[in-house]
């Protein structure tokens, strides 16, 4: 299975085929709007209005399954994180990221590479770069320099 083969729910509730991502340079973060790396939406919203024109897109999946900090409803969430921090970007609902009820999309990120990524999501805002053709490349923690992150785009530009 390939990520351009799952379904996901935009915040407003509407189906949404990854397929409608196909040939773009991914960036796929698990977020939280009540936690310390929240303020990385700023830096997110950077990356995106640099290399958006260029074929990168962020997909921004909230989560509130880790310690509970992404409360409120999908709407709520959309609205803090417009208002707060202007992103434009695709946002989706809630999803786990682990466990049972983990959401496909998250399931098969994890996997990918043999499963070389395949440990629990600790934290929000742990980000997963694909190439063009939807294969994971890197998966980045929270702490992650920012500019590491811009420089792999960069090269799958």
Known sequence: MKIYDLKVKSHDGK?????????????????????Q?????VYLKEIYDKFHDQGLEIL???????????????SEI????VKEYNIEFPQFEKIEVNGENQAPLYE????QRGGLFDDEIEYNFT??????????????????DFLTIERDIKELL
Do not use: W
């Open 60 to 74: 921004d999946f909230p989560s509130d399954q880790l310690n509970g900090k992404a409360p409120g409803t999908n």
């Open 108 to 111: 098969l990120l994890k996997t």
């Open 15 to 35: 189906e949404v085929s990854l397929k409608d991502y196909e040939g773009k340079v991914l960036l796929v973060v698990n977020t939280a709007t009540h936690c």
């Open 37 to 41: 790396h929240t303020p990385q939406y």
């Open 78 to 81: 959309h609205d803090f994180c």
């Open 127 to 144: 980000k997963f770069l694909l190439n063009r053709d939807g294969e994971v490349i890197m998966r980045y923690e929270p702490t992650i």
